[in-house]
């Protein structure tokens, strides 16, 4: 970033996951990293009368959790989007819930952001990493906090033939 005044942090699936299914017990709740195709896969994806049928049914193979393939499928972009590297949190709602009306809802719920933090990590440019340390401190993360050595030189150990082999750094 432009800014080295900047942190990452890095989340828990597996907690998001669990809240979003404690506070949305009548849906199916997947959690994916989107994969990138082809515009001509996509569009042949979307074309495919098959499975399209399979998708409206809630089922791509017999067995599998229902509302799986509507979520698999909405994992699917563009290779022109792959930069964003996107997950998705997808809701579904039971199958005995489903209206006869489809309706894209934007679902919110509150989570605790604090339990989400697995990782917070801080440029390593910053020139106020201690008052950053502090405050995230201050709100009661209490988790990993680094430095990035993105910037750092690697440690490399060159030998060359004027060395015995049996020589260490």
């Not at 495919?48 to 049914?57: C, F, H, S």
């Not at 590297?85 to 809802?105: C, N, P, V, W, Y």
Request: proline content about 6%; some cysteine.
């Amino acid at each position: 970033s432009p800014n080295s005044d900047s942190v990452r942090i890095s989340i828990s699936a597996n907690a998001l996951l669990d809240q979003s299914s404690l506070a949305l017990p009548d849906y199916a709740i997947y959690f994916g990293k989107v994969t990138y195709w082809p515009r001509n896969v996509i569009e042949s994806l979307a074309s495919d009368g098959q499975a399209n049928r399979r998708l409206q049914g809630g089922r791509v193979r017999e067995g599998e959790p229902w509302g799986r393939s509507w979520a698999l499928s909405l994992l699917k972009k563009r290779d022109a989007f792959r930069h964003e590297e996107e997950f998705r949190l997808i809701a579904i709602r039971g199958q005995s819930l489903m209206s006869t009306k489809i309706r894209a809802d934007l679902l919110q719920h509150e989570i605790d952001p604090l339990s989400l933090l697995s990782r917070v990590q801080i440029d390593p440019r910053c020139t106020k990493s201690d008052e950053i340390i502090s405050e995230v401190r201050h709100v009661g993360f209490w988790g990993e906090i680094t430095k990035s050595s993105l910037f750092e030189p690697p440690n490399l150990h060159v030998w060359n033939s004027s060395h015995p082999r049996d020589w260490k750094p």
